[in-house]
């Protein structure tokens, strides 16, 4: 796509959507929500493919690290760097969408975000939740301990307990993340969000071109 001029209506437009996009990111994530379904995601794939890179890649952990410190304030967990490293990644993989009106494209690499997430975040579970591979019994590579009211799967310490866990994480009816598992969720809200943001700005450009003076030869 061609760019814009830095001082242009349509560069000034885009920029104030990006603003208002970044809040709105950041409330629905505060907000009651199914497990995984965000659109921080989606933020970072749109803002690298029609943001300056370093604004694009930057913008989805800029709200990440807001409502890490609202949480934090709260005396809730936050602060957990592989998930603001899987948000980061989305914003390099929307750098592969920078030349393209795709959809096709767009989807593509909206999945590629939702499966980097589901991969990275999950390694950190597995890290939080394993043991060397000889306190669990022979062979096995996941047990559960019935710790409080819910019982806590603990992984072994090798490759087998880390493919455990990806593999409890996966089931799209994981009763543990209505109602499309950890992965469905994710990828429902990217594919959502994505296609929002992407269809909002070309819809609102569009209109900023349309309204924009004519210039007249003298």
């Known amino acids: 796509m061609n760019r814009e001029e830095p001082n242009s209506p349509s560069a000034r437009w885009t920029l104030g959507f990006a603003l208002v996009a970044a809040v709105v990111a950041g409330v629905q994530r505060e907000l009651p929500h199914p497990w995984n379904f965000f659109m921080i995601g989606g933020l970072g794939l749109w803002g690298a493919a029609r943001l300056r890179p370093w604004l694009g890649m930057l913008l989805p952990v800029a709200v990440w690290t807001v409502g890490e410190c609202i949480r934090w304030r709260a005396g809730q967990p936050s602060f957990n760097l592989f998930v603001g490293a899987a948000f ?39 890290l939080a939740l394993s043991k060397p591979a000889s306190e669990l019994p022979v062979g096995q590579a996941v047990v559960f301990l019935q710790l409080g009211n819910y019982p806590t799967p603990v992984y072994a310490q090798n490759v087998q307990g880390l493919l455990a866990c990806y593999a409890l994480a996966i089931p799209f009816t994981n009763q543990d993340a209505p109602p499309l598992g950890f992965l469905g969720n994710a990828l429902f809200g990217d594919l959502l969000f994505t296609g929002l943001m992407f269809g909002a700005h070309a ?16």
Do not use: D, E, K
């Open 203 to 218: 819809g609102l450009l569009a209109v900023v071109r349309r309204r924009a003076p004519v210039p007249v030869s003298a």
């Open 88 to 126: 980061l990644s989305y914003g390099l993989l929307g750098l592969l969408l920078r030349s393209t009106r795709s959809p096709a494209r767009v989807a593509s690499v909206c999945v590629l975000g939702s499966v980097q997430f589901f991969l990275i975040t999950n390694f950190s579970v597995w």
